[in-house]
């Protein structure tokens, strides 16, 4: 088998391209989401081991040198097992058909936690790995009451005579008890996500022992960045550039969030407060991560601190061929 | 960790160095898997009163008046969730392991409150009342905690202790318990001195691996 082809990632690719192409296919090759395919299931298998190999370094390069027959051991983990560190224990339900919400079956409490994400994450997406220890109802030897409840009682105390009292009632249910258990989870950050989207793992918040466990919400908080400032799929940026720089014109870099160079080449006269649009080095759209927003830089220009000497001042008077331009308006209007 | 060589048994000493260097992948212990990191979520265990940590929208009666924090016998309970957060905004990014001595909030998930206290006396036992305070996980001065353990980070299976910045108490359960409608709750106080009462383990939770290799002893080669 070709585990490359299987997950649609070239043979360079990095441990993050193949969580990312995992996820992905997971989601559209499950079963559950493809009952009309008698091949879903062997897709479905195909992917998990392909993932279960690439993503192990050792694996990975015995694969590469040996192909499929020269793994060493057979596959350890099944792959739910797998599916379940993307998703959550119930994930088959993400994204296929929303979860049933029965109201007869209590449900364990919700989680959400908050998730704090830079911008250079926002840009290029990544994984982050997280263990989840919760407790689990795990069956028990015995019985134990359940659903207990407040009932109405008649009795009859003689002909004609009847007394109402207030009994608790309960069921037998079969024992359980709480018992902690861990897994690792991988909750991506896809390219483009946005300030509060959430990333549910069903099943996986708080048990219930009468029912069914709460989710587990991963929400999004992408933190302040010291160079750049979102606004949609924009950035906004500020450069300093010095007074001779701004008159004569300049070259320059900036470094962006992945590391290439924006180029910048200036030739004219650059004014305080202009803004330069550099189409395309914005953050990528979420919903189409080949469109990208822009880049706005905006300049302010240096001044000199120390006082000119009288000499530097005529030179300059000279150089600029500049009258004396002194117009008197009101510059708030309203503000 | 790797003490300077000392004289006599130089030899075998460097010997056995050099073997541990040489023996690949160190696995989880130098990985430090079993760290807690700023921006986990997590549940405390008071190690001698097996109670955990835990707070909700239920005032004090007296004393500050603020959202009281108490500690549960439960296990299952959401709100007895705490997130270790730095003690300032950016101080302890995602995936930081907490270092032995950092000062750091712990955040109600459930309330947004911190876990706070100050010169209240506590309802049950006249020792210094703990609260849940502020806003939004925005609270004050008082809402910074130092995390006491041995070793260089806050391993995951340690027992450790939260002494509070501003009045140097401990975080400390001895036994009180509240009745209605709290019953069966325990008191969670101060205590001025470090002891048996004032030792809490991380239980379940959501925690994020580290982003960051720590620093063990062995940094020179």
């Not at chain 1, 099944?78 to 994930?91: L, Q």
């Not at chain 1, 220890?133 to 109405?152: D, I, L, S, T, Y």
């Not at chain 2, 541990?20 to 700023?38: R, Y």
Request: aromatic share 8%; hydrophobic share 30%.
């Amino acid at each position: 088998r070709d585990f490359y082809k299987i997950l649609g990632v070239p043979r360079s690719a990095s441990i993050k391209d193949i969580k990312k192409a995992y996820r992905k296919l997971a989601l559209q090759l499950h079963p559950d989401r493809n009952p009309d395919d008698p091949q879903a299931q062997e897709k479905f298998q195909d992917l998990g081991a392909a993932y279960e190999v690439l993503s192990d370094n050792e694996k990975r390069k015995q694969y590469d040198t040996y192909g499929e027959e020269g793994l060493k051991d057979g596959h350890q983990s099944s792959h739910g097992d797998i599916f379940s560190h993307f998703f959550g224990d119930f994930g088959f339900m993400f994204g296929g058909t929303p979860r049933q919400q029965d109201r007869n079956i209590p449900r364990g409490s919700d989680i959400i936690v908050d998730l704090e994400v830079t911008l250079e994450e926002v840009y290029a997406g990544n994984f982050v790995e997280v263990v989840r220890n919760k407790p689990v109802a795990r069956q028990a030897p015995g019985k134990r009451k359940c659903n207990c409840r407040q009932e109405m009682r008649t009795t009859q105390l003689g002909p004609g005579r009847f007394q109402m009292t207030q009994e608790v009632v309960c069921d037998e249910c079969p024992n359980v008890k709480l018992v902690n258990e861990e897994r690792t989870l991988e909750v991506e950050i896809e390219p483009g996500v946005r300030d509060g989207m959430e990333y549910p793992f069903i099943g996986e918040g708080e048990p219930h022992v009468d029912g069914e466990p709460g989710d587990l919400r991963f929400r999004i908080k992408v933190v302040k960045h010291p160079i750049f400032e979102r606004r949609g799929d924009d950035l906004y940026t500020n450069v300093t550039i010095s007074l001779v720089e701004s008159l004569v014109g300049f070259e320059m870099d900036i470094t962006h969030l992945d590391g290439h160079k924006v180029h910048i080449s200036r030739d004219k006269i650059t004014r305080p407060g202009a803004k330069l649009w550099k189409k395309g080095e914005g953050l990528p759209s979420f919903d189409n991560n080949n469109i990208k927003g822009s880049l706005i830089i905006t300049f302010d220009v240096d001044f000199p601190k120390e006082q000119l000497t009288e000499e530097a001042r005529e030179g300059i008077k000279q150089l600029l061929k500049q009258g004396s331009v002194q117009k008197v308006y009101n510059g708030l209007q309203g503000y | 960790m790797w003490s300077a060589g000392r004289g006599g048994a130089a030899g075998p000493a460097l010997l056995g160095l050099l073997l541990a260097f040489l023996v690949p992948g160190g696995g989880a212990a130098k990985t430090g898997t079993g760290l807690v990191t700023c921006g986990s979520v997590l549940k405390l265990l008071n190690t001698h009163h097996r109670v955990r940590l835990h707070s909700h929208d239920i005032k004090y009666g007296s004393g500050s008046g603020q959202q009281s924090v108490t500690g549960v016998e439960a296990s299952d309970d959401a709100n007895s969730y705490w997130r270790i957060r730095g003690g300032s905004e950016g101080g302890c990014p995602r995936g930081f392991p907490v270092r032995c001595g950092q000062a750091v909030r712990l955040t109600h998930v459930l309330t947004g409150k911190n876990l706070h206290t100050h010169h209240f006396p506590s309802p049950l036992s006249n020792n210094q009342e703990v609260s849940a305070f502020g806003e939004d996980g925005e609270g004050d001065d008082l809402d910074l905690w130092t995390v006491r353990c041995s070793g260089k980070h806050w391993e995951r299976e340690a027992a450790v202790r939260f002494q509070h910045v501003g009045t140097s108490v401990f975080l400390s359960v001895t036994g009180e318990q509240y009745g209605n409608p709290i019953r069966g709750q325990h008191e969670v106080h101060g205590m001025p001195s470090a002891n048996t009462h004032n030792t809490w383990k991380a239980m379940e939770g959501i925690f994020i691996k580290p982003s960051v290799e720590p620093s063990a002893g062995h940094d020179e080669l």
